[in-house]
């Protein structure tokens, strides 16, 4: 998936972001890899058992400050992701000056999601409604069920309504009509690319991630997953949101005729 997307860098992006875009992608997967082999050494048991050991001398002390402080970490961990993400964003759209007010409304943005979504849903809810074993034994229906809700019930119907009215929000619009509209009109381009990426994710994150470290592999996954967005971005031609605008995806006002 990395290289794959790494190749569309090449075609989409300007020659100046390439290096710093690869870069990105490369360290995300890595931090992915780093929580992966984490959630082994925290008691997980999982294929990946033997190349955590190998792999990763000690990621227990990781681990434990992730299960120990839910709360902190993930927001820690959900602000890197906003910053990194749009700080990366706006390289590759070749800003000439360093927008924070953007960057400060990802930010905010990354930590409602991983705080009021991401962590109760992965850590809380799913162990309880679909826990992955039961006496031992994996049960794959509950896996299938957990993903099937996740992306195709939660995510089309809360997480990007949400998303788009933020988005108008943090731009000084407070319609409801105009960011659903536009939700509705690139619905099918945003879920193939939230598809493409969050299935095998989920996939990964309930098989192989104990719990309490789901959210952090989750925020570490949406540092890939920031990139995704921005290609999708680019092959839509939609530019981010105008602060001083109320449509979300020109920037300019779409009450007017």
Known sequence: LVQKVSRRL?????????????????????????????????G???????????????P?????????KPHQ?????????????????????????????????????CDLVGELYTRPWVS?????WFPTFVDGTIRWQNVVC?????NFVLAPCIYYPAFYLFKSAAGGCFSVRTPLQQYRKEFWPQMKALWSLWIPAGLINLTMIPPPLRA????????????????VTNSLSITDVDMDSCDVSTGHDSSEP
Request: with cysteine; glycine share 6%.
């Open 60 to 68: 227990l002390h990781i681990s434990q400050w992730i299960a120990n």
């Open 146 to 150: 957990a993903l099937a809700l996740d």
């Open 124 to 128: 809380i809810l799913c162990p309880r």
């Open 10 to 42: 090449d075609q989409l992006t300007r020659p100046g972001t390439r290096r710093e875009m690869r870069a990105h992608l490369w360290a995300s997967s890595a931090i992915a890899t780093l929580i992966t082999l984490s959630g082994v050494h925290y």
């Open 216 to 231: 952090a592999f989750n925020g570490a996954v949406g540092l890939i997953w920031v990139v995704i967005l921005s290609l």
């Open 73 to 109: 970490s993930t927001l820690a961990i959900y602000t890197l992701r906003g910053l990194v993400g749009d700080v990366v964003a706006q390289r590759m759209e070749g800003r000439r000056s360093f927008d924070i007010r953007r960057t400060a409304t990802y930010i905010t943005w």
């Open 44 to 58: 997980a048991a999982t294929p990946l058992k033997v190349a955590g050991t190998l792999l990763s001398p000690n």
